[in-house]
């Protein structure tokens, strides 16, 4: 497709315009108008230079992709990466640029990539922005898709080595019972020489080497039920409670009936062989290529759990990590092969950078904020190095933030939403209790507030109007919400996915999924295009945000995971065993 884009390229390019003016004179039988930099025609220099009269007269038309009927050109274009309609078309020409402007191409195409059975988008439809949503789809789709794979095939890995060094340990204890062994086995092969008819003697002798060959599947058994659970998972994720949809993988195990039945073939291939037959070993099986996403665990800087973790700077570069250890850790993710510890946040005359556990982070250009047990808020310029820019002192632990330009909120376990102006000496500018207990999570934009509470409810407070529009009461509460366009999702206490409709004001209960967490959805990040959630029962999932989402990959985790954050194709988790871990796109 590319190649028949490049050959048309090569073509001299005719505009809409040209192509309208040598129609017109074509059918009305005018000369063509002369430009400036146009040669004379051999008429107006006295030439007589008339066809001959066998020749036909033929009208100029256009060639390439042009002279292709539209519908057939928007069927080529639709097979071509989204990137490459939106940013390479329009450089080609004006005419195929209009490609990347058919809103129902658009629909279609991802419509292709979430599959039957699905709806998408989830919210409202007016407005919606198709191509950033297909574009971030099939790039979501080409770095995750293998990534679960991978990291089974490293896990059974892992598993296979252990116990081969387990093996390993135990060969010295049984010294004397295999040189007995392997005396009856010498012996009985001796005897097979003399008398043929003794060779079920050495395979009676040898039956442990088909135990071996059993206990090595039963290692495999042990560890695809990982993968086929995971399977099962993306079936739970795909469905709402009442229509689920399976988008279920292929175990890793059929791959391995068929390498088994590949190796019995081959053995019976080789006894049919002649006996003075020489044949070659059979070739390395080559290495499946590494996975879109290099996946790392950055240097030890905790010496407890991590809460929070966000990516900051706009390109995925730089992270911020809050933990039980009262700290604040700046990462370059940029420098070594596992990035480097920056700095640990503090100011004068502090050992640590809070009081308490740092349990919220939230950040806006260069301004950097993190929340704390010890009810303070403090700023930090990124622009300076970290340095710390300003306190703010709270009445009781805060538990969320969320930054929109010059302003702060913060969510605390006393009920309460407080407004802070970070510019102003006297910070606080309003306090509102919405809620009947402790505010956990909140989403904003410049006109808008949401804010979920332990009381099962979420509400909608007007900025601009000053006052509380809306409040949904739920079953269960939430945890951790993300606030993209007029879609929001949101994930509580039940292991469940919420997702809610904001128009005009009017905010609205759309659907819940279960996604195949256990636990509470402890992290949500939403954009036009990706969906990923995380849970304290130690898994992360990827998915595409429609209804139902559709499960990319599921990854497992070695302890619990307090929250995510993603930047730039760049996934961060924080982790309840001291650690940050990254997933970005490879080098």
């Avoid at 970070?422 to 410049?446: F, I, N, Y």
Wanted: charge should be negative; hydrophobic fraction near 35%.
């Amino acid at each position: 497709m590319l190649r028949l884009l490049v050959e048309w390229m090569s073509v001299p390019q005719v505009t809409l315009e040209e192509e309208k003016e040598r129609g017109r004179n074509a059918f009305l039988g005018e000369s063509p108008r002369l430009s400036s930099n146009d040669a004379p025609l051999p008429s107006q220099l006295g030439l007589n230079l008339a066809p001959p009269l066998n020749t036909p007269e033929t009208s100029p038309s256009p060639s390439g992709l042009l002279s292709l009927p539209w519908e057939m050109v928007a069927r080529i274009a639709s097979h071509l990466p989204a990137q490459c309609v939106i940013n390479v078309l329009p450089q080609v020409c004006r005419a195929l640029g209009e490609v990347g402007e058919d809103t129902s191409a658009w629909q279609l195409r991802a419509h292709r990539l979430t599959g039957p059975k699905t709806s998408f988008p989830v919210g409202l439809r007016d407005n919606f922005d198709w191509p950033t949503a297909c574009l971030e789809m099939e790039q979501l789709i080409e770095r995750w898709a293998g990534q679960e794979e991978w990291a089974a095939r490293q896990r059974v890995a892992q598993m296979q080595e252990a116990e081969g060094e387990q093996e390993m340990e135990e060969v010295p204890e049984q010294d004397d019972a295999d040189e007995e062994a392997a005396g009856a086995v010498n012996g009985a092969a001796h005897e097979a020489v003399i008398e043929p008819d003794r060779p079920q003697a050495l395979q009676e002798d040898g039956e442990d080497l088909p135990v071996r060959h059993r206990e090595g599947e039963e290692g495999d058994n042990n560890a695809a039920p990982i993968v086929r659970d995971e399977g099962r998972e993306n079936g739970i994720a795909g469905g709402v409670a009442e229509d689920g949809q399976n988008y279920q993988n292929h175990p890793e195990g059929v791959d391995g009936d068929q390498r088994q039945d590949n190796g019995n073939l081959e053995d019976m291939m080789d006894e049919g062989a002649d006996e003075g037959a020489v044949t070659d070993p059979p070739p390395d099986r080559s290495p499946s290529p590494p996975p879109a996403l290099e996946h790392i665990t950055l240097p030890s800087g905790h010496i407890a759990d991590v809460n929070s973790v966000l990516l900051v700077g706009g390109e995925g570069a730089v992270c911020a990590s809050g933990s039980r250890d009262r700290n604040v850790n700046l990462w370059d993710l940029r420098r070594g092969p596992r990035g480097v510890l920056l700095r640990t946040l503090g100011g004068r005359g502090l050992f640590s950078t809070h009081r308490g556990w740092v349990w919220c982070l939230a950040a806006n250009g260069p301004l950097l904020a993190s929340g704390s047990f010890d009810s303070t808020v403090r700023l930090w310029d990124l622009e300076a190095g970290g340095t710390e820019r300003g306190l703010i002192r709270g009445r009781a632990a805060v538990l969320c933030l969320s930054c929109q330009a010059d302003t702060l909120l913060a969510g605390s376990h006393d009920q309460k939403v407080s407004i802070y102006d970070t510019r102003a000496a006297e910070p606080l500018v309003k306090s509102l209790r919405l809620h009947g207990d402790a505010v956990l999570c909140l989403a904003s934009d410049e006109q808008y507030i949401l804010s979920g509470s332990k009381d099962n409810t979420v509400a909608v407070f007007d900025r601009r109007a000053g006052k509380l529009l809306q409040k949904v009461q739920l079953k269960s509460y939430l945890l951790s919400m993300s606030y993209s366009g007029r879609e929001v999702w949101a994930g509580d206490n039940h292991g469940l996915v919420h997702t809610f409709s904001m128009n005009e004001g009017f905010f609205k209960s759309i659907a819940q999924f279960n996604v195949g967490h256990s636990s509470l959805v402890t992290g949500v990040h939403h954009s036009p295009g990706t969906l990923y959630t995380c849970s304290s029962d130690r898994t992360i999932k990827v998915h595409l945000p429609c209804a139902p989402p559709k499960t990319l990959c599921t990854l497992h985790h070695q302890a619990g995971v307090n929250g995510l954050s993603v930047e730039a194709g760049v996934l961060a988790i924080a982790s309840g065993d001291m650690n940050v871990e990254v997933w970005r796109p490879r080098q």
